[in-house]
């Protein structure tokens, strides 16, 4: 059964189209620095936000029009997983990342849970076989029951614990199955919100515990995804443990874990950490752990997670340059962590939704790949940084200098001369390439 009836297969039709149904910028098999734009950009749906989300805010209820709003159990699992494919068929993503909780009920118990998700993934896997759609990424929600209210792996009930890794456990073991490329790791509750009742030495302990165990099943089973994390400062804690990508690399480098994991980057979770998207994906990309993104964008003037489709070209294109720098993402790639606005609230907006963040990245990609293939910003770099690549500079970098050589050379000088940062040259150059 068809439930975007009167839309069909989005076409490219260029930038000059006013089809609201067609693409202007993402033309999936336009070759771009080597490669068809779908294999840069590796556009996934996020089923939470797309077949889950109800558009409910902490003054108001459900807002969207959806045709499983009367059904409960299963039958809603079966139609939530049939419209979604059509959506993603019809857009042409060609994948999705789902948590265990997003693709089947509940249930009364933790052994009704693991059934009702058998039931739904077997199902999951006829639609995938049906339409060639692939899995990014698989994810365990820990942090929507009440018995997630002090977190999972960072509980301070040992219970708690046991019962998120036996969710984990179940939902690596259907990512596996149903071919996800990789398993990501959102903290959650994983924080805290006040140190007068919190041992934080044993929660970061217990997360690293935890994580191990994750490592080692991922092993036992003979999973190959990688494994994710995904930063985030604040919300629903106030102190989030996975502050940031830094926070997050030396918490893995501390626990010996830096070899089994990359990380997950959000662009509304690095906003929320006061710091740039392209400065999170720069952290991750020059420690070599940047792996997937989960792209959307929050509003400058809310504090909050406000997970919206990504529409900023600026910010898709430093995106996009760390990406490529990066040699691409895969086998992670581009989730729209993104929700429509409460508002927003038919089917159609869905549709509308994907189109301007899949052309938001789209144009982002080309934008990038102009910047990079005509060298300006890195060679503007290059020069920037010329001194250490001679004279003195030189013998620092190779580590033949200490403090006794360099101060007698600095007692030497008889002036320093820096050069400008040109910061507001560079930027105009960058607006050049966007509007040109
Ligand atoms: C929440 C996170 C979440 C993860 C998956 O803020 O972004 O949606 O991506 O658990
Ligand atoms: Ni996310
Ligand atoms: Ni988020």
Redesign the pocket.
Known sequence: MAYFKNIEKIKYEGSSSTNPFAFKYYDADKVVAGKPMKEHLRFAM?Y?HTLTGEGSDPFGGSTMDRPWNELSGIEKSKLRADLGFELMSKLGVEYFCF?DLDIAPEGDSLKEKHENLDIMVAYIESLMKETGIKCLWG?T?AFTHKRFVHGASTSPNADVFAFAAAQVKKAMEITHRLGGENY?F?G?REGYETLLNTDTALELDNLARFLKMAVDYKEKIGFGGQLLI?P?PK?PTKHQYDFDAATVISFLIKYKLDKHFKL?I?AN?ATLAAHTFEHELNVSRINGMLGSI?ANQGDPLLGW?T?QFPTNIYDATLAMIEVLKNGGLAPGGLNF?AKVRRGSFELDDLVYAYIAGMDTYAKGLLIADQILSEGVFESFVADRYASYRSGIGEKIVKGEVGFEELEAYALGLKEITNTSGRQEMLESILNQYIYR
């Open positions: 996020s939470w948590h994810t929600n990501v959102w959650g995904e985030k919300e997950n959000e979770h989960d997670d997970d962590d």
